[in-house]
């Protein structure tokens, strides 16, 4: 069987960059003969019947625009069975035979389902900001990010030396590591608080004191959120009360999602977007196209299900040996 016409969905949090992939996937498809159907709002758009077919003009002049044509959301109903069985009866009635899903390791949770219970053609594309997904070294959306925080933290690195500041830099991210470590390295960061270790704010205010003795006027700290944003507000409060510290807090919430994406990005999810067509041709789902050792290739989508150990211990110590 060759597939006459591919679903093509974003779900959960954008990044930048989706909008490429979407590009290069309908680009790609229409250029081997084969239609592709855009669904809004992720999987919600499957149950509400938000299908709209794309054309080349389609995805004309999107490829420098942050977000995504085609929206996102996260669906809580397609958590459970029976919505899942509706969802593929009336993707089948669309005449949709095969679904690209642009989204992190939770939308691939969503397709594994598909494809385990009702053997539905599936590849994924990883994208989110996070870079949190197993079976991948990178997620559209990642690089643009960390540029956009790494500007914004060095205009705050401006004002902070004006006034011999400490602050406190929030960084998007959850669980992620990925995030709060490049940027603490780019910037130069005194500390970086990552969200899976205890806060030690005795070791916050000791390097800012050393630094301080030999002359350092200013003092970043990059705190990834962790599950809940907003806990540089907590650790702002011990610094001041346990060490008369005055520390301003800068949360860098959704900027971070925003804006055009880079030519990395852009490059990766161009030729993501290209080989998850391909590999539907070749018959080669479910996959998910990924990143390892700099070339983009196919992984097993089981092999993307889970959220990557990115705690890289190697840019842990890189980030303290050289903010000493
Ligand atoms: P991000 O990393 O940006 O948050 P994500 O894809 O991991 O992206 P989630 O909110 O975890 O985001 O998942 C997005 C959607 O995927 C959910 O709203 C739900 O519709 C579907 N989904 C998540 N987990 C499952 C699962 N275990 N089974 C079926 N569907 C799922």
């Known amino acids: 069987m060759s597939f006459k016409n591919i679903g093509l969905l974003c779900s959960g949090g954008d990044s930048p960059g989706m909008n490429c992939a979407i590009r290069a996937v309908v680009r790609t498809a229409l250029f081997h003969g084969i239609k592709v159907t855009g669904i809004k709002r992720g999987y919600s758009g499957i149950l509400n019947k938000e299908f709209i077919p794309m054309n080349l003009s389609s995805v004309g002049n999107i490829i420098q625009r942050g977000g995504t044509i085609l929206q996102t959301s996260r669906c809580p ?8 069985k509706k969802g593929v009866e009336l993707l089948r009635a ?29 590849i994924g594309i990883p994208g989110t900001i996070d870079n949190d997904i197993s079976g991948t070294d990178y997620t559209i959306g990642f690089d643009t990010a960390v540029q956009t925080a790494i500007e914004a933290v060095d205009r705050i690195r401006d004002t902070a030396h004006s006034h011999a500041r400490t602050f406190l830099v929030e960084v998007m991210g959850r669980n992620s590591s990925a995030i709060a470590l490049k940027v603490g390295v780019c910037t130069g960061a005194e500390n970086i608080l990552l ?9 916050i205010f000791d390097d800012i004191k050393r630094g301080m003795k030999r002359g350092k006027d200013s003092s970043i700290v990059i705190v990834a959120e962790g ?31 925003g804006g055009s994406p880079s030519a990395n990005d852009r490059f990766i999810a161009s030729q993501m977007g290209n080989l998850a067509v391909e590999a539907l041709m070749k018959k080669q789902f479910p996959v998910v196209t990924v990143e390892t050792s700099g070339k983009v290739g196919l992984a097993p ?12 211990i190697e840019f842990q110590n890189l980030a303290q040996t050289l903010s000493i």
């Open 94 to 122: 669309q005449g949709i035979d095969a679904l690209v899903i642009i989204g992190g390791d939770g939308s691939f949770n969503g397709a594994k389902s598909l494809w385990d219970e009702h053997q539905f053609p599936v």
């Open 301 to 312: 989508l089981e092999d993307c299900i889970t959220k990557a150990n990115n705690n890289f």
């Open 227 to 257: 599950p809940v944003a907003g806990r540089s507000y907590d650790i702002q409060k011990v610094l001041k009360e346990k060490y008369q510290l005055d520390a301003h807090v800068a949360i860098l919430g959704h900027v971070q999602r």
């Open 195 to 203: 969200p899976h270790e205890t806060v030690d704010h005795q070791k």
């Open 77 to 84: 109903e397609w958590l459970h069975p029976e919505h899942r």
